[in-house]
């Protein structure tokens, strides 16, 4: 079993529309919790931490479930510019912060 | 502000031969962790430099090793390339107590032959 999971996608929607990304990890342990974002052979970017409390910037909303350990994100009012790969991440574990284990990435592709 | 910087963006090995690839950190950052990134899949995490040491490894064989010199700068060595080598060799930077937030460079993108 992989240690975070991603549907891969692609996810085509149209301009407008409201969109949803899901992941799981394997460790309970995991502390800290990430989106980033990738687009076409350029380099991963953080897009947002994810707390517990979940936490909203602007169109888009992560939330976090520690006992389901499940991860989304929301994405609103979709843009062109919104096309890319967002990659869920989390810590290894306890005693490994600095250690971060990326999903496959799920693929957005967001049409006029 | 310089952001984290890689060379070389591109270079052809072949099989069994040695690659070193370098990496710049963002200007402020003393730590370097390197990722691998196949065709398709999300960065694989190889290992950490913090302090010129090793801090953190993933499950890389030995043939994957590392510095970090004195101005937080670090190098990427792979000893005997093997064809499933072939892939994007990315270098992050961050500060000791925000390991969360990475700064990635553009890449090295190895491929073997």
């Known amino acids: 079993r992989k240690e975070v999971e991603q549907d891969p996608g692609p996810f085509n929607v149209p301009e407008g529309a409201t969109v949803a990304f899901n992941c799981t990890y394997s460790n309970s342990a995991s502390q800290s919790f990430f989106w980033y974002r990738q687009d076409c052979r350029k380099e991963p970017k953080l897009l947002m931490s994810?707390?517990?409390s979940g936490n909203e910037d602007g169109r888009f909303t992560a939330q976090l479930n520690r006992a389901s350990q499940y991860i989304s994100l929301l994405i609103r009012d979709s843009k062109l510019s919104d096309s890319a790969t967002y990659l869920c991440v989390v810590t290894a574990g306890s005693g490994n912060t600095g250690k971060l284990i990326f999903g496959q990435g799920t693929t957005l592709q967001v049409k006029p | 502000d310089a952001g984290v910087t890689q060379s070389p963006t591109h270079l052809i090995k072949t099989r069994g031969q040695q690659v070193t690839l370098r990496c710049s950190p963002k200007?402020?950052?003393?730590?370097v962790s390197w990722y691998q990134q196949a065709l398709g899949q999300g960065p694989q995490f190889i290992f950490q430099y913090y302090e010129e040491e090793e801090r953190q490894r993933g499950n890389f064989p030995d043939r994957f090793s590392g510095h970090q010199f004195p101005n937080y700068s670090s190098e990427l060595n792979v000893n005997a390339l093997l064809l499933g080598d072939s892939a994007l060799y990315l270098c992050a930077s961050s500060t000791g107590a925000n390991t969360g937030e990475l700064f990635f460079g553009e890449g090295s993108r190895l491929t073997v032959l």
């Open positions: 200007s402020g950052h003393d730590t």
């Open positions: 994810v707390y517990s």
